[in-house]
């Protein structure tokens, strides 16, 4: 298994929301199904997770609700709100755009451009 | 947005379970991921350990969280107040100073807003306040003419219908009650429905209603003070009959303790303007003030056209409005509408408003010396935290940080200052009250209380705001200055040296600080001691005559009968009847013309009885003989000081002087007058205005126009000439009630205002004089403090104990110096003035102008010895040990 890479700076909001828009989620489980997802490639600082949480919940991007995990504890789970759902296709959209401009920048040669 | 500002309120609001809940998530964070790693083979011991590295800086991650709801420049700010109630609690000398400074200052200024609150600003409490208007008669220089007769008020309530939603007529009286006590009672005539204008409900029965107004079983409505005194309270009181003068009132209803109405005061009881003019003892037939509300959209000047078309009409007026009147055209009227905004914005009484201006500048100096005050204190202790402040900036800390600390504190400070002002406010102000209106309820009249308003309590906050900023700001700015900091850090180790830019600039600020100080208390002292020294002149001021020998009798109307019923009373010593009396206010003025020069001169009718019954000596020539009082004969008495003015260095005897027929002057016959007198000078003005300068008395007798006051000389004692006459009015008219009173009333009366004025003047020039005292006091202490280092080096290098104390008072002496030089002008000009308006203090205001910069620079002087005496005491081992 390759080194996880780090993300780039301001993609984690977007990880969070794709993560959660999976299905109702606590902080860990956020984690955990980001790293799966990813085959374990995106290294995330763990305790960032939690303002950035904070902050969606404040944007009202996610909602959250005190439940109990699968092993019996206190947890709180975090949903997407109808908001969130928005802007959640709104950044995939502009996130694909950006992919694609990237990497036609990037797969240009010098003859292209000549 | 508002998902953002509710998260953040529930955060705020549930801080506990906030914190608890962020605590609990990371927990569980953790045992997850503790749990993972154990079963990826770790031990549970390691697997911890790994959980918490891997989760990073918890802390960062939990205020991050906080930021993330907005919750930080909460935390700031109580953080900034926790660290400033320490602080305080840490110099509570300071705290208690500061505060009580700020307290007292503030209790005045409430007080004095408090009055101005309900007299000038609150709206009068009626239901369309904006729309209540004042209708009076007015000349075309617009300057008031007079009032409506009853009939008036009934004509215009029905002809301006159109106009207006309710008209009323009303007005205060002052008449004999016999039953159920037999006194002056103060009450008021009003037109029906003008009580239920206004905020206060009846307590028991009903108001005066319309058709009631002038008739047989006369109804009248009581004041929930007129019931308490005429009635003690009795429950069963409708259907109670009250005679009034001469007619029988039968009770119908009583207003509640909460009547409010368009004036401050409130009288006993309410008739109907019909019965009121109805009844006996008026001179001439009743004026009332109008005043009702406009109808939405109604203008104020097409209401005044409305009513002046609609008088006409009444033919009441022909001549006055028309101009054609005798007297000339300036005295064409015109009814004017006028706004009524509160109890004293009334029409004709803006000239209120200058005065209210001075007294309000007058108070608020007082809280800017304690601002000033505050700052200096401020400033001094920021340069006693300098190192803190120092080590903070060079922490990270910001400026801006830093001020806001710093203001936090000040705010905290005139916070707690605000709330002693207003719990001392709240507490003085019915006193007060009682005290400013003594003249009126000596008189009988009841005031209607104060209610305190959260007018009052906004002002408060708005006064501690920008009290804290002004004094917290300045030192504030001036500690954080980046200059100083960088001197201070250099300071740390050396020796007394460095911090110099920032000292001097500190210095300076604190000096011009106490300056204000001085120069502010200066002013507000000298005005204690013009007003203090015009009731000291004034009641040193010998009138000429005993005023407490005098009896004004009180008889309304005395006809020549009546006074000479009165003589055959063997009590009075001597009676006489003149128009105007001594002491109650000044005397009319009229032109005179002597050898083609015009002479605007102060003038009386008296009769032949009066130089002996005021027992007024006779330079020269005559008094009047009883004939000629009775024929009003072309000769005159006139004072020494007129016949000085008149004719200087001759004799005024057999001289002339004439009075021409003047527009609005009918009262003396014009024509050439000889001089048969001269009578010695007295006061029959104010007091404050000295013995009068010119006085010509005409000769007049009892019941001609005028003439319609009676003065006497009791044999042996006022009091008994007091019932004497008591019984004597009764017997001569069952319908009247005398209400004998000494003329020293009059002096008492004139003094009052003047007692009340440097009552306040003084307590506020005390109080700025305290002020600067602590001021001082806290300044040199904390230099001293500060440079005691320096002290105890210069002890160490043999300089002496005069030296070192001379070093420490020269700089605050001098600060106090320039205040006393930038104060002075200003008291020179105040006192100026006050000689120009109150006679009796002209010259030279040796107490105000001296006096008061002598005892603010011994109390200077005081108040800076006592601290600089701990410098001579300054032991150089001790204070190098310090550090």
Known sequence: ?114 | MLARLRSFTRALLGRRDFEAGLDTELDFHLEARAADLARSGLAAEEARRRARLELGARETYREQCRQARGLRPVDELSADLRYAWRGLKGSPGFAAVAVSTLGLAMAANLACFTFFDAFVFRPLPIAAADRYVDLSLVDERGEFGDRFTAEEVEGLRSALTPAFEGLYGATFFQLPIFEPERRLVHGQAVSAGYLSLFAGKLAFGRGLLASEDAGQDTPAVLSDVGWRRLFHGDPAVLGRKLRLANTWFTVVGVMGPDFRGAEPITPELWIPIGAHRQLAGHRESPRYNLSGTLRPGAGRASAGELATAALASLGTRAGQLAGTAATGASEKLHVKVEPRRSWLEAGGRRGLAPLGAMLFAAFLLVLLIACANLASLHLARASARHREIATRLSLGSSRLRLVRQLLTESLVLSGLGAALGVALAFAGTGELQRRVFSLVTAAGLSVTPIALHWHVVAYAAALALTAGVAFGLLPALVATSPDLAAAARRDAPALGGGALGGRVRKQRLTGALIAAQVAGSLVLLTLAGLMIRTVREASRLDAGFDPARIVEVGFPEPTPAVAARLRQEPEIASLTSVMHIPLAGSMPRQAMRVDDASHNLRFNFVDDRYFETMRIGLEAGRGFWPEEAATRSPVVVVSAATARLLWPGTSALGRALEVTAEPGGDVIDPGRYEVVGVAADVVSGFFFQGHDTSVVYFPAAVGSPHVANLLVRPRTDTATLTQVLDGACQEIDPAVLCKPATLARWAEFQRLPFVAASTIAGALGLLALGLTAIGLHGLVAFAVVQRLRELGVRIALGASSAKVLSTVLSRALGSVLIGVAVGLPACWLLSRAAGRLFRVLAGFDALGLVGAPLLLLVIALVAALIPARRAMGADPVVSLRAD
């Open chain 1, 1 to 114: 298994m390759d080194e996880p890479v780090a993300i780039l700076p301001g993609t984690l909001d977007l990880l969070i929301l794709k993560a959660v828009s999976l299905g109702p989620q606590h902080g860990y489980g956020v984690l955990l199904r980001i790293q799966q997802i990813s085959r374990g490639a995106l290294a995330i600082e763990q305790g960032a997770l939690y303002p950035a949480l904070y902050r969606l919940e404040h944007q009202d991007l996610i909602a959250a609700e005190w439940g109990v995990s699968e092993n019996n504890r206190r947890a709180r789970f975090y949903t997407l709100t109808p908001a969130g759902q928005a802007r959640l296709g709104e950044d995939l959209e502009r996130w694909q755009r950006l992919v694609e401009a990237m990497a036609t920048v990037l797969a240009t040669r010098t003859a292209e451009v000549a």
